[in-house]
């Protein structure tokens, strides 16, 4: 399976990539790029069948104007409608380099940011490409109605978030990403409408077909009746979101998964830097062992709220009981620049150090302070409560604690994934016709994502990106019919699906999919979390496989192929979750420096600040799959920093 | 704390169901709802048993995915709240609880606690959108939008599309969801050009699915979002103008 990497036209001898950036300033690469791209006339367009499997902000964005166009698209998601995709659950805003403020913002300030923000390791002409398109998507979701928070005049409002000093994060009360989501949903409803595109709901991908060296279809299962079944097309495009749940606790929904860009992994696409994983640092912690997922406060929040802990360990006092003069501000003590707005693998860190030094707050100390009080003494309630009175409501519901009176508590969680599959300029993976989107590849945020910039690029590679470059793709195909979906590749993948679905049945053991991926997730954060040494990554790259063959001997997986089994769809994903958990592993131990979201404490500042190794790891770490267990091979695509001059990231 | 479930349980789309009693002990406070029926599902699996479905996702209240009819009101007993969002410390110790799936012939089981909600998304593909393709957008500060209609809008649009308004109904009708949407296209500048033709098509599909509206207002008391039931009157107004209007001269109005 893994020769196909090894055909693709990308993946040089040497086993350096090239990502196919088009020459010249990058500032107009992506506009000469656009003109040198083949086109398919109108008339052809509908003589194309695309498949998008995924339908939040990038899927979704991609399948509605990949119909608008002409294409024929079949569009699929395992909710049970596609309005329901994660992206719904971000909270904060959206990135645009808009300049409302005449506070210095512009194109070259926000693609600054986020190289920065992403500790440079992300590709500069990605990172400027979305700067530019961040203008375009704040004037297509306000044509869709996205109903943004509006100044008195009627203008756009926005808000200052993490990692920049400029007020750019466009947002819709505590429901930005709700909002967008439900935008590029009503466009795809449009385009079901007209009847462009057909929506599969319910329908879980899993295998991609790849013939000839080319992506030429996917299997599904209907997770109503069982049935597997397959769907050719012309260009395959994956929008399927992260994998924080490899943690098992974290902020994703708890159907988030691997399973697609894993299984497209294991056909020959090349997964990218999947170390990068990010953790959020307002979170509300976990209550007790029956946690099952971690809520999100959104880093807005860090506007108006100051984050501190008692100065002395061991401090349980009540925090209103609690002098100023016995509290410790730690962002604002040692970032005076950025203070409470640091990015967030730094506030992430510092909270973390602080609940370590035993000064955590809380009945199981472990949470610092979130606090409000100057802001409403300032603002007064009723300003606080319109910016955050969702995500109030929100922590309320959940704690029994009431947010304007006693301050939040908050720790990190995992959150979002900036790993991902590898993608050329194109989007395009190492399988040619394979298109990657959004969370799902790995090409725009580095080490470490800026807030507010999740949904910028899931819209802009949906909306712009992929609509553009996927004709370059197609063009040269023309008058080719798809490879019929009862073709023998098409047969034996469902075949290998239906094995594997019978396989996990047959176990029959003693614990359930649940205590497996619950273990699992232990051993990721305990040695893989927040910070990661040779030492702790051994231990996990030894328990892992330890693990994901007990869970191949002993799961129990109850009912039967043949209906709604929601164990039964689990089960698939957490063994796709073990596999990839130990390349995650792999990655973290290979990458010895820090930056952003990956913190080797072997390799810090005397501060405890990151510390990259620029002479040895400037570089995407894309990895080719051998076989369960086999190490995999390494390919490296050199990243040039040409417009942002490499440097140590300072908020202080 | 200890709790006794009624739980319903229906092999498929065609099997007449019932309900199954189980004693759940050692429920912790600080647990979700939906928390709770996963220390139940744990413990019918090592008991060799089928884990009881049931839809749910973000678990944060935001993707509408859970539901459930909690001792008879949808989402349970606390206002302005998904069942996901439901934590057992709303609960006495000891409580019996019975825990079925939406009931509405527009919203067929599928399995257990599974319900499909389809209907909505046929209510929204008939015209619940403002057209604007990809690219077609003019810059976004063109068009001002009061801070008074675009507050309006959001509060319309804050449905989660779960269908507890549907539930909550003795006549079924999708009145709730469907004027929500209405209003939160219908009460922006963007949403004008087609105001009339979407609350037309769309009302029309939703006779087609759903009941009628006879004003019992359970729908607003049910609703984990507290979308308001003025909408439905708001959505009737259109309606009714809408039939009157005559499209062709709205551009010399």
Known sequence: MSSTATRSPEVAAAGRLDARIPPGPVAEKWDQHRFDLKLVNPANKRRFEVIVVGTGLAGAAAAASLGELGYRVKAFCFQDSPRRAHSIAAQGGINAAKNYRNDGDSVWRLFYDTVKGGDYRSREANVYRLAQLSVDIIDQCAAQGVPFAREYGGLLDTRSFGGAQVSRTFYARGQTGQQLLLGAYQALARQIHLGTVAMYPRTEMLDVVVHDGRAVGIVVRDLVTGEVSSHSAHAVVLATGGYSNVYFLSTNAKGCNVTAIWRAHRKGALMANPCFTQIHPTCIPASDDFQSKLTLMSESLRNDGRIWVPADAGDTRSPDAIPEADRDYYLERRYPAFGNLVPRDVASRASKHEVDAERGVGPRRNGVYLDFSDAIGRLGRSVIEERYGNLCQMYERITGDDPYAVPMRIYPAPHYTMGGLWVDYDLMSTIPGLFVLGEANFSDHGANRLGASALMQGLADGYFVLPATISGYLAPLLGQAPVPADHESFQSAEREVNDRVEALLAVNGSCSVDWFHRELGRIMWDYCGMERSAETLDKALGEIPALREEFHRDVRVPGSAATLNQSLEKAGRVADLFEFAELLCVDARHREESCGGHFRVEHQTDEGEALRDDERFAYVAAWGFEGVGAEPTLHREPLAFEDVALAQRSYK | ?253
């Open chain 2, 1 to 253: 704390m200890n709790v006794s479930l009624r739980v319903w349980r229906q092999d498929g789309p065609d099997d007449e169901g019932r309900f199954e009693d189980h004693a759940v002990d050692g429920v912790s406070a600080d647990m979700s709802f939906l928390e709770l029926l996963d220390v139940l599902n744990e413990r019918l699996i090592a008991a060799g048993k089928e884990p009881v479905a049931f839809d749910h996702d973000c678990r944060e209240g935001i993707c509408g995915s859970c539901s459930l009819m909690i001792d008879g009101r949808a989402h349970g007993p606390e206002l302005g709240t998904a069942t996901c969002q439901l934590h057992m410390r709303k609960f006495p110790d000891g409580a019996r609880i019975v825990v079925e799936p939406w009931r509405a012939a527009a919203f067929p089981v599928l399995r257990d606690l599974v319900v499909d909600r389809s209907a909505f998304d046929r209510i929204v593909e008939a015209g619940g959108y403002i057209t604007a393709p990809t690219g077609s957008a003019p810059e976004a500060n063109m068009t001002r939008v009061p801070k008074e209609a675009a507050d309006a809008a959001m509060d319309a649009a804050a449905c989660i599309g779960c269908g507890a308004c549907v539930a909550a109904c003795p006549n079924r009708a999708g009145q709730l969801f469907t004027a929500a949407k209405i209003a939160h296209l219908g009460l922006l500048p963007q949403g004008q050009p087609e105001r009339d033709q979407r609350v037309l098509a769309m009302v029309d599909q939703m006779e087609d699915l759903f009941g009628s509206c006879t004003n019992h207002g359970e729908c607003e008391a049910a609703c984990p979002k507290e979308i308001s039931i003025d909408f439905i009157a708001l959505m009737n107004r259109d309606y009714l103008s809408a039939k009157f209007r005559n499209r062709k001269l709205a551009g010399r109005r």
